[in-house]
């Protein structure tokens, strides 16, 4: 079994940072992309952020400049920092890991959300 579990949410005023973080643990051969999603009510998850094994990121346009995301491979932990927030930037942030069990399986993993409340 692996888990992903998150921290760094919690209430800033509109401008200031956040910094989000993800640490995978359990049975673990590899890591390949791990991402960062959010969600409001009502609304489907979307994707804020995506880095590969190898550093390769990608963005939604809404958060690019903004947000920066990033990985240690060898502490199977990613970060997502969080500049300029925005009232819109209001969710539950998820993280995201496809992780290698074994020699012949992988599975998509993912946290359990941190909310991120900006005001306005």
């Known amino acids: 079994q692996v888990q992903l579990v998150e921290s760094g949410g919690g209430l800033v005023q509109a401008g200031g940072s956040l910094r989000l973080s993800c640490t995978a643990s359990g049975t673990i051969f590899k890591i390949y992309d791990m991402g960062w999603y959010r969600q409001i009510p009502g609304k489907q998850r979307e994707l804020v952020a995506r880095i590969t094994r190898d550093d390769i990121t990608n963005y939604a346009d809404s958060v690019k400049g903004r947000f920066t995301v990033s990985r240690d491979n060898g502490k199977h932990t990613q970060w997502l920092q969080m500049n300029s927030l925005k009232p819109d930037d209001t969710a539950v942030y998820y993280c995201?890991?496809?992780?290698?069990?074994?020699?012949?399986?992988?599975?998509?993993?993912w946290g359990q959300g941190t909310q991120v409340t900006v005001s306005s």
């Open positions: 995201n890991a496809n992780v290698q069990i074994n020699w012949a399986r992988q599975v998509d993993v």
